[in-house]
Antibody, heavy 118, light 107 residues
Framework: EVQLVESGGGLVKPGGSLRLSCAASGFTFSSFNMNWVRQAPGKGLEWVSSISSSSSYIDYADSVKGRFTISRDNAKNSLYLQMNSLRAEDTAVYYC???????????WGQGTLVTVSS | SYVLTQSPSVSVAPGQTARITCGGNNIGSKSVHWYQHKPGQAPVLVVYDDSDRPSGIPERFSGSNSGNTATLTISRVEAGDEADYYCQVWHSSDHYVFGTGTKVTVL
């Protein structure tokens, strides 16, 4: 069964840092581009960051560029998101998602909640 | 930036048809994907490349795309279809763009 499981969310103060992880199983992780997508409370889905299968291509939404860093470890079947200089507006459920041809996301993980508050 | 606009909500009686629209400039020239998102659960891809269905998705879910509007149609609506639905495209400058989302309520 293809599965993605996020972890690492929690409560952090403004200006703080947090590292999210996504453990993949059931497929050849090293063959797929991976993404992070978030949903703030009461809001819609927002793409955050993308990394290619070999980490050769990385991209970020303007809202997190310079503060967040995406990475992956294909030997560990894991995806990461290092979040620095966190702001209240970064409060959201963060999902990892596998990217398929045509830039679609399937499947998604269950998400991990990040709350930025003093 | 590229914007995808969805109506905020759609209400439909069980057994009827729900149509969810996604408006964007010349969206007909792009591949549109649709996701179902229930509270507390992972989003699920229900239609990709305008009108294709992933394995396991009922035939009741169908899609179309032309001009400035893409449409997700849910036929013979069931209580379990109640969820938020999002369209999504890839755009050269904005990369992965999601619609504003539509809440489907089954009466």
């Amino acid at each position: 069964e293809v599965q993605l499981v996020e972890s690492g969310g929690g409560l952090v103060k403004p200006g703080g840092s947090l590292r999210l992880s996504c453990a993949a199983s059931g497929f050849t992780f090293s063959s797929f581009n991976m993404n992070w997508v978030r949903q703030a409370p009461g809001k819609g889905l927002e793409w955050v960051s993308s990394i290619s299968s070999s980490s050769s291509y990385i991209d970020y939404a303007d809202s997190v560029k310079g503060r967040f860093t995406i990475s992956r470890d294909n030997a560990k079947n894991s995806l990461y998101l290092q979040m620095n200089s966190l702001r209240a507006e970064d409060t959201a459920v963060y999902y990892c998602a596998r990217e398929w041809f045509g830039h679609r996301f399937d499947p998604w993980g269950q998400g991990t909640l990040v709350t930025v508050s003093s | 930036s590229y914007v995808l606009t969805q109506s905020p909500s759609v209400s439909v009686a069980p057994g009827q048809t729900a149509r969810i629209t996604c408006g964007g400039n010349n969206i007909g020239s792009k591949s549109v994907h649709w996701y179902q998102h229930k509270p507390g659960q992972a989003p699920v891809l229900v239609v990709y490349d305008d009108s294709d269905r992933p394995s396991g998705i009922p035939e009741r879910f169908s899609g179309s795309n032309s001009g400035n509007t893409a449409t997700l149609t849910i036929s013979r609506v069931e209580a379990g279809d109640e969820a938020d639905y999002y369209c999504q495209v890839w755009h050269s400058s904005d990369h992965y763009v999601f619609g504003t989302g539509t809440k489907v309520t089954v009466l």
